[in-house]
């Protein structure tokens, strides 16, 4: 599964910005495709994800404020972000998971200045 992830900038806090991820299949193949992101220093964190069937899952920091969503006619996920934070500020990256293993597309870099 080939992923192509789109959409970063960088933003005051406060403002908005939306991924995208579009898959080389379609989403109703994958288990779950899900938004993670890593901060300088830090280690890699879930921050949002989206099942096959439409649950969604959120961290406790983006709750609130950001929203993971899917077109299913372009086999596409996003993660709308509104009210960012300078915290919010990290590469991002999209991840799915199909029967045999994970597959992660490139990252974005999103950047929220205070």
């Known amino acids: 599964v080939q992923l192509q992830a789109s959409g970063g900038g960088s933003v005051q806090a406060g403002g908005s910005l939306r991924l995208s991820c579009a898959a080389s299949?379609?989403?109703?193949?994958?288990?779950?495709m899900g938004w993670y992101r890593q901060a300088s220093g830090k280690q890699r964190e879930l921050v949002a994800q989206i099942t096959s069937g439409g649950g969604t899952n959120y961290a406790d920091s983006v709750k609130g404020r950001f929203t993971i969503s899917r077109d299913i006619a372009k086999n596409t996920v996003f993660l709308q972000m509104n009210s960012l934070k300078p915290e919010d500020t990290a590469v991002y990256y999209c991840k799915c998971n199909v029967v045999g293993g994970d597959f992660w597309g490139q990252g974005t870099q999103v950047t929220v200045s205070s």
């Open positions: 299949r379609s989403v109703f193949s994958i288990n779950v």
